[in-house]
T-cell receptor
Framework: AQTVTQSQPEMSVQEAETVTLSCTYDTSESNYYLFWYKQPPSRQMILVIRQEAYKQQNATENRFSVNFQKAAKSFSLKISDSQLGDTAMYFC?????????????FGKGTRLSVIA | DGGITQSPKYLFRKEGQNVTLSCEQNLNHDAMYWYRQDPGQGLRLIYYSQIVNDFQKGDIAEGYSVSREKKESFPLTVTSAQKNPTAFYLCASNEGGFEKLFFGSGTQLSVL
């Protein structure tokens, strides 16, 4: 079974600064997908960024980027130029690649507070 | 607009009562999922369905039941056997693989 670990329950960052959220996972699969989801106070889940394990190039989406280290099974999220609207819970998630649809496995989340 | 609709937004359960949470999607997705969210626990999988008339247990299926009679609907029943039902419940769907998961807005279930 796959597991996802987020070791930072809470973090804070000053507005306009950069912050990195950690995520490690455990799997015996060689092909899989990794995701970061954001859950603001509204509790609506929003996809932030996703990475295919077979791609060595790290994914980027505007101010969000990842550092994917496959050998170390690490998938950290970097948020640059932090904004007040980035305040949210952030969940790292793993999906096994295979025939059909497989569920996402989520970490326990990191609560990020952006301070003005 | 396509999306997932969960209802009700808030639900209260009395002791010994079964309650059903609704989840409807008009995205034509084959796969649908139910997750439970508790503070500090992340999202844990209750049940999922890859196709109509078929579903599988997730990690915490005890005390819950589901049905998938129509592609667009995946209701979750919280039975009286679930002794700690207070949580936020999220329904989701996708086309699988690298396609993102679409989430509903959730149902907060509390015990009276």
């Amino acid at each position: 079974a796959q597991t996802v670990t987020q070791s930072q329950p809470e973090m804070s960052v000053q507005e306009a600064e950069t912050v990195t959220l950690s995520c490690t996972y455990d799997t015996s699969e060689s092909n899989y997908y990794l995701f970061w989801y954001k859950q603001p106070p509204s509790r609506q889940m929003i996809l932030v960024i996703r990475q295919e394990a077979y791609k060595q190039q790290n994914a980027t989406e505007n101010r969000f980027s990842v550092n994917f280290q496959k050998a170390a099974k690490s998938f950290s999220l970097k948020i640059s130029d932090s904004q007040l609207g980035d305040t949210a819970m952030y969940f790292c998630a793993f999906m096994k690649h295979g025939a059909g649809n497989t569920p996402l496995v989520f970490g326990k989340g990191t609560r990020l507070s952006v301070i003005a | 607009d396509g999306g997932i609709t969960q209802s009700p937004k808030y639900l209260f359960r009395k002791e010994g009562q079964n309650v059903t949470l609704s989840c409807e999607q008009n995205l034509n997705h084959d796969a649908m999922y139910w997750y439970r969210q508790d503070p500090g626990q992340g999202l844990r999988l209750i049940y999922y369905s890859q196709i109509v008339n078929d579903f599988q247990k997730g990690d915490i299926a005890e005390g819950y039941s589901v049905s998938r009679e129509k592609k667009e609907s995946f209701p979750l029943t919280v039975t009286s056997a679930q002794k700690n039902p207070t949580a936020f419940y999220l329904c989701a769907s996708n086309e699988g693989g690298f396609e993102k998961l679409f989430f509903g807005s959730g149902t907060q279930l509390s015990v009276l």
